[in-house]
């Protein structure tokens, strides 16, 4: 039985995750996941040749050994335990599975901000603080985004929450309890 995408993702993001809490590096090997995470976004085309079947097994294999070189043995066992099931291209995935679960492991919240202006640094601790109040966590990390049709205010969304207390949605609200 073939598996899709998400159950692998899932599947191997989490025995990583607990792997690596078990043998305590889950901290430094989250950070080594980060490095190959910008690999893997800087160098798109890596998908690309890792998956083609006009590439050789031979060329694959000498990428593979770049990609090890200075990694640790456990990710070193992954890429290659990843290569040897033709899964490489799950990698981007599985670390983003594997950032989601220290996340939750850590109570930390990622969070878009979207405001019409850009926020100076004490505006955004302000709101993370504000924002870790009100969804439980410890640590909230702010993606700002700048879109001036919003007019002003902010919206804030994470995962599982959206606050939108900008000026663009209050008049929409002003107009459709006029046009009642």
Known sequence: MKLDNETIVHRYGKALFELAEEMKIRNEFHSELQEYKKILQNEPQLKVFMSSNQISPEAKLKIMEILKKDSSKLMTNLLDMLYDYGR????????????????EFEKTVRASVITAIELDEERKQKLASSFANVVGAKKVIIDPIIDPEIIGGVILKSESYIYDGSIKTKIARIKRLLLK
């Open 88 to 103: 490489i291209t799950n990698l981007e995935g599985i670390i983003d599975e594997f950032d989601r679960l220290n996340d």
